[in-house]
Protein backbone atom coordinates (compact mmCIF):
# COMPACT_ATOMS: atom_id res chain seq x y z
CA UNK A 1 0.00 0.00 0.00
CA UNK A 2 1.41 3.50 -0.89
CA UNK A 3 1.18 6.39 1.57
CA UNK A 4 2.55 9.62 1.46
CA UNK A 5 3.51 11.01 5.14
CA UNK A 6 4.11 15.10 4.80
CA UNK A 7 5.41 17.21 7.56
CA UNK A 8 7.19 20.64 8.00
CA UNK A 9 3.92 22.86 7.86
CA UNK A 10 2.81 25.53 9.79
CA UNK A 11 2.53 29.55 10.37
CA UNK A 12 5.47 31.80 9.55
CA UNK A 13 5.58 35.72 8.75
CA UNK A 14 6.23 36.55 5.02
CA UNK A 15 9.83 36.86 4.35
CA UNK A 16 10.34 34.12 6.13
CA UNK A 17 11.23 30.17 5.21
CA UNK A 18 9.31 26.34 5.72
CA UNK A 19 10.70 23.14 4.67
CA UNK A 20 8.43 20.59 3.68
CA UNK A 21 9.58 17.07 3.75
CA UNK A 22 7.32 13.85 2.92
CA UNK A 23 7.84 10.23 2.58
CA UNK A 24 6.71 7.93 0.06
CA UNK A 25 6.25 4.18 1.27
CA UNK A 26 4.94 1.09 -0.63
CA UNK A 27 6.69 1.82 -3.68
CA UNK A 28 9.03 3.61 -6.05
CA UNK A 29 8.55 6.77 -7.81
CA UNK A 30 9.49 7.99 -11.10
CA UNK A 31 8.12 12.17 -10.50
CA UNK A 32 7.60 13.57 -6.80
CA UNK A 33 6.36 16.70 -6.36
CA UNK A 34 4.30 19.38 -4.44
CA UNK A 35 0.82 20.97 -5.24
CA UNK A 36 -0.98 23.65 -3.57
CA UNK A 37 -4.50 24.52 -3.12
CA UNK A 38 -5.53 27.68 -1.93
CA UNK A 39 -9.10 28.41 -0.14
CA UNK A 40 -11.84 29.15 -2.89
CA UNK A 41 -8.87 28.17 -5.58
CA UNK A 42 -7.99 24.93 -8.01
CA UNK A 43 -5.26 22.59 -7.06
CA UNK A 44 -2.61 24.24 -8.60
CA UNK A 45 1.40 22.63 -9.33
CA UNK A 46 4.06 23.86 -7.01
CA UNK A 47 6.83 22.32 -8.14
CA UNK A 48 8.10 18.33 -9.50
CA UNK A 49 11.28 16.54 -9.45
CA UNK A 50 12.48 13.57 -11.55
CA UNK A 51 14.43 10.05 -9.96
CA UNK A 52 17.18 12.23 -12.09
CA UNK A 53 17.14 15.27 -10.52
CA UNK A 54 15.45 17.19 -13.19
CA UNK A 55 12.91 19.49 -11.55
CA UNK A 56 9.73 22.08 -12.91
CA UNK A 57 8.43 24.78 -10.88
CA UNK A 58 5.49 27.00 -11.30
CA UNK A 59 6.57 30.75 -12.27
CA UNK A 60 5.21 31.65 -8.94
CA UNK A 61 7.71 30.18 -7.36
CA UNK A 62 10.58 29.91 -9.12
CA UNK A 63 13.68 31.17 -7.69
CA UNK A 64 12.08 31.02 -4.01
CA UNK A 65 10.95 27.58 -4.00
CA UNK A 66 13.65 24.57 -4.25
CA UNK A 67 13.07 20.92 -4.45
CA UNK A 68 15.07 18.05 -3.13
CA UNK A 69 14.76 14.12 -2.72
CA UNK A 70 16.73 11.34 -1.02
CA UNK A 71 16.01 8.32 -3.39
CA UNK A 72 17.85 5.87 -0.57
CA UNK A 73 14.90 7.85 1.49
CA UNK A 74 12.04 7.69 -0.70
CA UNK A 75 11.73 11.00 0.76
CA UNK A 76 11.34 15.08 -1.59
CA UNK A 77 12.06 18.02 0.16
CA UNK A 78 10.15 21.27 -0.35
CA UNK A 79 12.41 24.18 0.58
CA UNK A 80 10.53 27.65 0.62
CA UNK A 81 11.86 31.06 1.48
CA UNK A 82 10.92 34.83 0.77
CA UNK A 83 7.01 33.39 1.55
CA UNK A 84 4.20 35.99 0.45
CA UNK A 85 0.88 35.86 1.58
CA UNK A 86 -0.30 34.12 -1.35
CA UNK A 87 1.85 31.38 -1.26
CA UNK A 88 -0.76 30.72 1.90
CA UNK A 89 -2.48 27.32 1.00
CA UNK A 90 -2.71 23.38 2.02
CA UNK A 91 0.17 21.88 0.48
CA UNK A 92 0.21 18.26 -1.36
CA UNK A 93 2.76 15.97 -1.46
CA UNK A 94 2.16 13.85 -4.88
CA UNK A 95 4.02 10.93 -6.29
CA UNK A 96 4.18 9.75 -9.92
CA UNK A 97 4.97 6.08 -11.03
CA UNK A 98 6.34 4.73 -13.97
CA UNK A 99 3.31 3.95 -15.87
CA UNK A 100 1.67 7.16 -14.27
CA UNK A 101 -0.39 6.09 -11.58
CA UNK A 102 -0.45 9.43 -8.94
CA UNK A 103 -0.57 8.90 -5.17
CA UNK A 104 -1.17 11.71 -3.00
CA UNK A 105 -0.51 12.72 1.06
CA UNK A 106 -3.18 14.14 3.34
CA UNK A 107 -2.04 17.66 2.89
CA UNK A 108 -0.40 19.52 5.10
CA UNK A 109 -1.11 23.79 5.95
CA UNK A 110 0.91 26.36 5.25
CA UNK A 111 0.14 29.99 6.16
CA UNK A 112 2.09 33.03 5.72
CA UNK A 113 1.31 36.86 7.82
CA UNK A 114 1.66 39.41 6.48
Known amino acids: QVQLVESGGGLVQAGGSLRLSCVVSGGIFNIMGWYRQAPGKQRELVGVISSGGYTNYADSVKGRFTLSRDNAKNTVYLQMNSLKSEDTAVYYC??????????WGQGTQVTVSS
Open 94 to 103: NSRSWSGTEY
